[in-house]
């Protein structure tokens, strides 16, 4: 079954803390992989995604294919990195497809 | 730009009452989705626009219609609201279906309560 999994629905950090939110995926194919993040009375929006290699806000994510991993990471929490936090995947092996995982709050506490 | 309009922003209705949401985008997209997001379940995709004049259901699309109107509009219609519906529905916008690397653009969301 094609799908994105985010085990922790709730991630509570002290600002400061290093973060990682999990996502694992199960593909049959090479998908792309993307964090998207919906901060308070804020539309949803791409935070980063793996083709791009990039650093958004100090985040960073690593796809590891052999554990079909695509975990989010930050050294440094900061308060204003609270939000709702979605893994989402698209790939073109067989129909095309765009799935989201069910999303990670992640509180910062001061 | 607006990006992705959506409207209403809340909706209280009655079951068996039906209702359209409305949504625009002026980025000149090709595609275009609706979402729905339910806590525990993530974003799940009712239907989708690949392209102007086209429409396929997606993963829920039981209970919903949808009118992809011209380029920039993409409604979808509740005919008869159950309180499964309750939920908050996104639209969002892509410059072209079917591309892996494909960025998508979200309006605001509705959050529609079915009583």
């Known amino acids: 079954a094609q799908r994105v999994t985010q085990p922790e629905k709730l991630l509570s950090v002290f600002k400061g803390a290093p973060v990682e939110l999990k996502c694992n995926y199960s593909?049959?194919?090479?998908?792309?992989l993307f964090w998207y993040v919906q901060y308070s009375r804020q539309r949803l929006q791409l935070l980063l995604r793996h083709i791009s290699r990039e650093s958004i806000k100090g985040f960073t994510a690593d796809l590891n294919k052999g554990e079909t991993s695509f975990h989010l990471k930050k050294p440094f929490a900061q308060e204003e990195d609270s939000a709702m936090y979605y893994c989402?995947?698209?790939?073109?092996?067989?129909?095309?497809?765009?799935?989201f995982g069910t999303g990670t709050r992640l509180k910062v506490l001061a | 730009n607006a990006g992705v309009t959506q409207t209403p922003k809340f909706q209280v209705l009655k079951t068996g009452q039906s209702m359209t949401l409305q949504c625009a985008q002026d980025?000149?997209?090709?595609?275009m989705y609706w979402y729905r997001q339910d806590p525990g379940m993530g974003l799940r995709l009712i239907y989708y626009s690949a392209s102007e004049g086209t429409t396929d259901k997606g993963e829920v699309p039981n209970g919903y219609n949808v009118s992809r109107l011209n380029k920039r509009e993409f409604s979808l219609r509740l005919e008869s609201a159950a309180p499964s519906q309750t939920s908050v529905y996104f639209c969002?916008?892509?410059?072209?279906?079917?591309?892996?690397?494909?960025?998508?653009?979200f309006g605001s969301g509705t959050q529609l309560s079915v009583l």
């Open positions: 989402a995947l698209s790939g073109s092996s067989g129909t095309y497809k765009y799935i």
């Open positions: 969002a916008s892509s410059e072209d279906w079917g591309f892996v690397n494909e960025k998508l653009f």
């Open positions: 593909y049959s194919g090479s998908p792309e």
């Open positions: 980025m000149n997209h090709n595609s």
